[in-house]
């Protein structure tokens, strides 16, 4: 059977996910891929006569699991397409199924996928291959935010909508936390650079070499309060691998939910590098820690993922092999621009490109 991908691009209100789907249809198909789309089904319920703002709880509840109940069907009946296809497949969902749960309760949210015959772990965990949430244009370029290009959108370009959609777009990433491809799309000052960051996301699950790019990282110190983040523990155990690959195994986790992820890192060229990911089952996991480097200890750390102005960052407070150690990541801003550094934390060194701090360096028994 192929190997088909299926990828989501999600995201908050009037963060570009049109365009992009646009931008991913005609650079994959250029490069031999038939490009298989599944439209937002919340549009063609609401454009139906579907009404989300309902105070009719009945109504709200039957419109909700048949929109489940259709996301799930149409994607299903895309791949059964994908698979007949005799040139290479790829599914862009637009919006995928746990988008769903990010506009209504928890416990309304059990009870349908309870009615539907799936979970939350299937649906999450298991049924995409990446998760790409582009950040709204209401965080970080409100310039640009507009509800002028989506009839259904209900959130007003003032300074009380842009809040709502900031809320929705932290919604929406935490439906989708515990994802082991999840990956948060930044606002860029040139909005292309938000397509290509796409582009090179999508290729990295097709497994096409990519050139090699150097995420920017700074030494830090927290100085004041945190805004709402997301809290991770990280526990990272490097492998045995052959000269020139990385292999690397994560165990993250979030409360009592833990992913485990396999990743291998191959230098093509100089300029390129071939990234493989895999999520792998708990056993699984137990019998990989057998092939443990013996020369580099084990990883612990804890990090922080949030937004601030339209940019995404990871805050790492290491705690073995080494401590009071915290670095600040930005995730997917562009080579000439500029950081934009949270009030509440005080640069103290800008570590981008030096090797003494890649993890893979750190863990180096002394």
């Not at 290009?149 to 842009?162: I, K």
């Not at 290729?203 to 100085?223: A, F, G, H, W």
């Amino acid at each position: 059977m192929k190997d088909i991908k299926r990828i989501v691009l999600t995201g908050g209100p009037c963060a570009g996910k049109t365009t992009a789907l646009v931008r991913v249809i005609e650079h994959f198909s250029s490069l031999g891929y038939k490009v298989f789309t599944i439209p937002e089904v919340p549009t063609m319920f609401t454009q139906a006569g579907m009404n989300y703002l309902t105070k009719n709880p009945d109504f709200f509840y039957e419109g909700e699991k048949a929109t489940l109940e259709v996301q799930l069907a149409l994607e299903d009946k895309f791949m059964r397409m994908a698979q007949a296809c005799r040139k290479p497949a790829l599914i862009v969902c637009d919006r995928g199924a746990m988008d769903i749960s990010a506009y209504m309760k928890p416990e309304m949210w059990d009870d349908i996928t309870r009615a539907v015959g799936v979970s939350t772990q299937e649906l999450r965990d298991a049924r995409y291959d990446a998760v790409l949430h582009l950040v709204s244009a209401a965080d970080g370029a409100e310039q640009f935010y507009t509800t002028s290009n989506n009839a259904s959108r209900n959130e007003a370009a003032d300074e009380e909508g842009l809040k709502i959609a900031r809320m929705l777009d932290k919604k929406v990433i935490d439906a989708w936390t515990g994802h082991s491809h999840l990956r948060v799309i930044n606002n860029h000052e040139d909005f292309d650079k938000k397509l290509n960051r796409v582009l090179k996301e999508i290729s990295n699950v097709l497994e096409l070499p990519q050139p090699i790019e150097e995420e920017r990282k700074y030494i830090v110190e927290i100085t004041g309060e945190l805004p709402d983040a997301i809290e991770s523990d990280i526990t990272q155990t490097y492998l045995v691998a052959e000269p020139g690959v990385e292999i690397r195994l994560r165990r993250r986790g979030w409360g009592s939910k833990f992913v485990n992820v396999h990743t291998t890192k191959k230098k093509i060229s100089d300029k390129e590098e071939l990234v493989t990911e895999r999520q792998v089952s708990n056993n699984l996991y137990q019998s990989l820690l057998q092939q443990a480097d013996p020369y580099r200890q084990t990883i612990h750390k804890k990090r922080r993922s949030f937004i601030w102005k339209g940019q995404f960052f990871e805050l790492d407070t290491f705690l073995e092999p080494i401590n009071n150690l915290v670095i600040l990541e930005t995730k997917g801003i562009a080579e000439k621009e500029d950081v934009n550094f949270p009030p509440f934390l005080h640069v103290l060194e800008d570590i981008t490109g030096n090797t003494s701090y890649y993890n893979y360096n750190i863990a180096l028994r002394r």
